[in-house]
């Protein structure tokens, strides 16, 4: 059977970009670049961006494209003892796949209170124990389900069902042909409104002012690259599977460009909206904007629905946060889909429309354990091991087997040969030395810092079950199934 095809390059562009801005842009980047220097973290980013998120793109495209598959076959490709990498990818998506739905699941509720702003004014309050009715629980004990978490997570599940369902063309390129004009529309509705509040310049210098004495801040660079990669989507899974429906004539190289400067861009661009309201609550309030800023979840769940209270006809731009944020959401959820739903394909020959029913239907049970009492608390334990450990891992390995094994020259000219303007020998250098090295010292100390203090306070057989121990499942269950694999009749790439 032939393999799907984008109808057409914007439809790539705006799925790769679909993909690539999600929630990350618009809660992480602002909270990261404000607790890592303000405008100092723009230097260790953008380095991060140049370095890594260009060349690690560039290289997932041309694979994706030159070898057809999704990420399991593609490493299989590159030699029969790499499928596992492919399949430690694809789980980590379908682990993100299942708590990202969650948070778009808990925009859907909050696009809905926000016409009438019915959490009132204790937003803190409403968020954790009216909302998420997070009581005396831990990451395994849950309580009970909720089914006003759950309700609005179905509709999520629906709309990523129908555009998997739909195929690459029919269902994901026609859903990001929707959602991203329409993402960029309400973005930049919000932005002409929020920077002629008053104190919104203050806001932006905050963000913006640069604090020097971080640049030597090892956890700053750390916290660069990992974002960058989660923002960016490499590393696990998803930009192969998109860049594998490639037509044989692409530009790889503006492709690759073009999706990261469209990404980081929107992230600058989140930053001045979301540090221009918090600037205008601080005025208003009269308080030092450090006084009005929450991180993390509190940011988008706890401080926005504080600020919207404040604001000018907060029922207009009130359902224009929530409905930005469920959108960049869907579309990246969506991709994650995607990348398990392709790799099931490749692998068992099914349907598309038989692998992206079982997906879906697995996914959506799994998902249910996000909206009980203690989901958040499950949440943000697995996502820090997915974040800090098995993406930096996958990652790290990733550069290392294409920077190593397979050769980078031969990935760089493939891409040139086939793009109008070529990349040239820093591609190499970045691939084979500098991100490796990088990542390697970052994810170390990564390592070290959690097995020496452990996360968040939680309890050490939470940790050691659902943190430590998922990864290490992770990996072996990749391993088993790499090989239980009957050796590929294909051709080594
Ligand atoms: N890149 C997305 C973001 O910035 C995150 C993402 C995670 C996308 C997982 C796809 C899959 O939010
Ligand atoms: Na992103």
């Known amino acids: 059977m032939k393999r799907e095809q984008w109808g057409s390059r914007a439809g790539f562009i705006l799925a790769a970009v679909g993909s690539a801005i999600g929630l990350g842009n618009i809660w992480r980047f602002p909270y990261m670049a404000y607790e890592n220097g303000g405008g100092a973290f723009f230097i260790p980013y953008l380095f991060a961006m140049l370095t890594a998120g260009i060349p690690f793109m560039l290289m997932e495209f041309s ?59 204790d937003t803190n309050g409403f968020f954790f124990s009216e909302y998420l009715k997070l009581g005396e629980n831990s990451p395994t004990k849950l309580g009970s389900l909720q089914l006003h978490i759950a309700i609005p997570m179905v509709l999520a599940w629906g709309i990523t069902f129908a555009a998997i369902f739909g195929g690459v063309k029919g269902g994901i390129e026609r859903a990001n042909k929707i959602l991203m004009p329409l993402l960029f529309i309400m973005v930049m509705g919000l932005i002409t409104r929020i920077v002629f509040l008053p104190g919104a310049l203050d806001g932006l210098n905050y963000l913006f002012q640069p604090d020097f004495s971080k640049i030597m801040d090892a956890k700053v660079w750390s916290a660069a690259y990992g974002q960058i990669f989660f923002t960016l989507s490499v590393g696990f899974a998803i930009m192969i599977a998109y860049s594998s429906y490639l037509p044989e004539k692409s530009d790889i190289n503006n492709n690759a460009f073009m999706t990261v400067l469209i990404n980081c861009g929107f992230s600058i661009t989140a930053g001045v909206l979301i540090f221009g309201v918090l600037g205008y609550m601080a005025q208003e309030q009269a308080k030092p904007i450090t006084e009005v800023v929450s991180a993390g979840v509190g940011l988008a769940f706890v401080t926005i629905p504080a600020a919207i209270n404040l604001l000018p006809a907060p029922y207009i731009l009130g359902p224009l946060f929530f409905l930005a944020l469920v959108v960049a959401g869907l579309s990246s959820h969506i991709s994650i889909i995607e990348a398990v739903t392709s790799a099931l394909i490749d692998k068992m020959n099914w349907s598309r429309k038989k692998a992206a029913s079982i997906v879906c239907g697995v996914g959506f049970i799994v998902s249910l354990a996000f909206a009980t009492n203690g989901g958040l608390l499950l949440l943000d334990l697995i996502d820090y091991f997915i974040n800090n450990v098995a993406l930096l891992t996958s990652c790290l390995i990733e550069l290392l087997v294409i920077g190593w094994l397979f050769k980078a020259a031969d990935v760089r000219s493939y891409a040139n040969n086939i793009s109008e303007f070529c990349v040239g020998k820093w591609f190499e250098i970045c691939i084979r030395f500098l991100s490796p090295i990088m990542l390697a010292v970052i994810l170390s100390t990564n390592l070290i810092n959690t097995f020496k203090e452990g996360y968040g306070g939680y309890a050490m057989s939470d940790l050691l079950l659902l943190g430590w121990g998922l990864v290490a499942a992770m990996f072996v269950v990749a391993v088993i199934i790499n090989l239980a694999s009957k050796p590929q009749t294909h051709q080594e790439a």
């Open 63 to 121: 694979l994706g494209h030159k070898l057809r598959g999704a990420a399991p076959r593609t490493f299989s490709k590159i030699g029969v003892k790499l499928e596992w990498l492919g399949w430690f990818q694809v789980f980590i998506a379908a682990i993100i796949a299942v708590y990202y739905v969650a948070v778009i699941g808990w925009a859907i509720s909050y696009f809905s209170y926000s016409f009438t702003q019915s959490w009132g004014s």
